[in-house]
């Protein structure tokens, strides 16, 4: 049953890979910059080695002014991203982590004429690198991890992709922001909850800003500095010889509005509540396979957006190294 999960996992990911980089670009501004959001690789021993390949589709169909739903499905907006994460545990305490994104955009709007108006976009995205310190590590806290980490988001992806016709496109369609961003993450997990195989986690990233000089060749734009927090609970099964990780999570996110030479650029910031299931299915003590999904709670809005009728995640999980006793590969919830 495992080895026919193993082929299953390999199979999802590697027709993805073999796509070329010019099918795919980064994510929009109020819509959910993937990267951030799939921060997740936990704490392990020293000199253990983690890596996390993520394929996260993103629909936006939802038309709100505020929080009001209105009556239109003309627009759709698609992101499917691909995502590598990798991490490396320099010793108990310091661990140091990397992410890098691929991913495709769409956006069809159903013309008057009842015609498909189609853009696509596609590129490398932006990347992170972060410096993590787990603070109640060693013997004395073997069921907590409480880290902290920070460091820069790498405007890697271009951003200043032009139509057909020669115009830039909107910055939400762009391959990468164009700016230098700060990132600060925590994650605090307690295993061990009332049972053995319950476990508690909540974690959170902040998104400083930065601002890209050159967008559409003079202007300064600026994406809305971002917060996001994720808790939940993670327990475990046994189905057969099959181990199985029921995950129940929920997610807010609040986005700043963007800015252009300083400006205001109205519709775009707000806020978001998200339902956030999962399953683990736990391939071995070093690899696992992860599915999730997201529900929208609550929004609200700042003017009129798209917004997340649904996401989906499939995330497979490979370490090289030990693993803490009772622990599940995954450390972190649902992303």
Avoid at 38 to 56: E, I
Avoid at 186 to 199: A, K, Q, V
Avoid at 261 to 266: A, K
Avoid at 274 to 280: D, E, K, M
């Amino acid at each position: 049953m495992l080895n026919v999960l193993k082929l299953v996992a390999w199979g999802l990911f590697l027709p993805l890979l073999m796509l070329p980089h010019a099918l795919f670009s980064q994510a929009c501004c109020s819509g959910g910059v993937p990267i951030s959001s799939n921060l997740g690789l936990g704490a392990s021993t020293a000199g253990t080695f983690q890596f996390q390949l993520t394929y996260d589709h993103n629909t936006l169909k939802d038309l709100l002014a505020s929080s009001e739903r209105l009556d239109d499905d003309r627009r759709t907006r698609n992101t499917r991203s691909l995502i590598l994460e990798t991490s490396y545990d320099i010793n108990q305490a310091f661990s140091v982590s990397a992410l890098f994104s691929l991913v495709r955009q769409e956006r069809i709007i159903l013309t008057q004429a009842n015609t498909e108006d189609i853009t696509i976009n596609n590129g490398v995205g932006d990347g992170i690198v972060l410096l993590r310190y787990n603070f109640l590590h060693g013997e004395k806290h073997p069921d907590i991890d409480f880290m902290l980490g920070a460091g820069p988001k790498f405007p890697f992806g271009q951003a200043n992709f032009t139509d057909e016709r020669g115009i830039t496109l909107p910055a939400d369609l762009q391959p990468g922001t164009g700016a230098w961003d700060a990132i600060i993450w925590t994650n605090f997990n307690r295993r061990g909850l009332m049972r053995d195989n319950l476990s508690f986690n909540v974690s959170a990233t902040y998104r400083l800003t930065g601002t890209n000089p050159d967008y559409n060749g003079s202007l300064a734009y600026k994406f809305g500095n971002e917060f996001q927090i994720q808790w939940g609970v993670q327990d475990r099964f046994l189905i057969g010889s099959l181990i199985i990780d029921p995950i129940i999570a929920f997610q807010y996110r609040t986005v700043g509005v963007d800015q252009i030479d300083g400006n205001r650029f109205e519709n775009t910031g707000g806020h978001w509540l998200n339902f956030r299931p999962g399953l683990n299915f736990n391939l071995g003590q070093n690899s696992a396979l992860r599915l999730t999904g997201a529900l929208p709670i609550y929004r609200y809005l700042q003017g009129t957006q798209l917004s997340t009728s649904y996401r989906f995640a499939i995330t497979f999980y490979q370490s090289l190294g030990l693993q803490k006793k009772n622990d599940s590969p995954f450390k972190g919830l649902a992303k």
